[in-house]
């Protein structure tokens, strides 16, 4: 079966600095996607990087990027130069390609401490 | 350009009830998915549907039911509803082409508490 594991419920970090939210997955596919979503208190679920499997580059979205280790299936995000709007709820997701069904770790609560 | 909304954002049944929750897709967006959140757990995927067709099916039991119409809108309909279908629940849309599902983007979800 196909799981998601985030193993820090909760992370904090002082403004500006770096962290890192931790991910890890099981499955068998070889072509499937990798979902960071951030949901803040307001609920709405917004997208925050994906990484495709097939590539190796580690993918990246302004202070966003993406540690991915497909041997080790590992997926960690690299939040740099923290601000207080990224405190939220961040979940790992996965999608196997051209599947309809993402399946979702339990997410990390992200605390900004100024 | 309007993204997905939902409605209502908060409702209150009582066990045994029946609900119907709506979702507008984001234009141009033509398959939507449904996704049941418990209190501090990640989302649980309910269906999908595409062309108006289920396409796909979690695990959850029938009586969690949907449609989707003409112009891409969606309903989940839950019937003899338990306290345990107290949850958010999120819509997303997300365009296909040739057969493959895109990104989804998400609504802010309805909030339904089963007392």
């Known amino acids: 079966a196909q799981t998601v594991t985030q193993s820090q419920p909760e992370m904090s970090v002082q403004e500006a600095e770096t962290v890192t939210l931790s991910c890890t997955y099981d499955?068998?596919?070889?072509?499937?996607?990798l979902f960071w979503y951030k949901q803040p208190p307001s609920r709405q679920m917004i997208l925050v990087i994906r990484?495709?499997?097939?590539k190796q580059q580690n993918a990246t979205e302004n202070r966003f990027s993406v540690n991915f280790q497909k041997a080790a299936k590992s997926f960690s995000l690299k939040i740099s130069d923290s601000q207080l709007g990224d405190a939220a709820m961040y979940f790992c997701?996965?999608?196997?390609?051209?599947?309809?069904?993402?399946?979702w770790g339990a997410g990390t609560k992200l605390i900004i401490k100024p | 350009e309007t993204g997905v909304t939902q409605s209502p954002t908060h409702l209150i049944k009582t066990r045994g009830q029946q609900v119907t929750l709506r979702c507008s897709s984001q234009?141009?967006?033509?398959?939507v998915s449904w996704y049941q959140q418990a209190l501090g757990q990640g989302p649980q995927f309910i269906f999908q549907?595409?062309?108006?067709?289920?396409?796909g099916r979690g695990n959850f039991p029938p009586r969690f039911s949907g449609l989707q119409f003409p112009n891409y809108s969606s309903e989940l309909n839950v019937n003899a509803l338990e306290l345990d279908d107290s949850a958010l629940y999120l819509c997303?849309?997300?365009?296909?082409?040739?057969?493959?599902?895109?990104?989804?983007?998400f609504g802010p979800g309805t909030r339904l508490t089963v007392l």
């Open positions: 990484q495709e499997a097939y």
């Open positions: 234009s141009g967006h033509n398959t």
């Open positions: 997701a996965y999608r196997i390609d051209s599947n309809y069904q993402l399946i």
């Open positions: 549907y595409y062309r108006e067709e289920e396409n």
């Open positions: 997303a849309s997300s365009p296909r082409t040739s057969g493959v599902p895109h990104e989804q983007f």
């Open positions: 499955t068998s596919e070889s072509d499937y996607y």
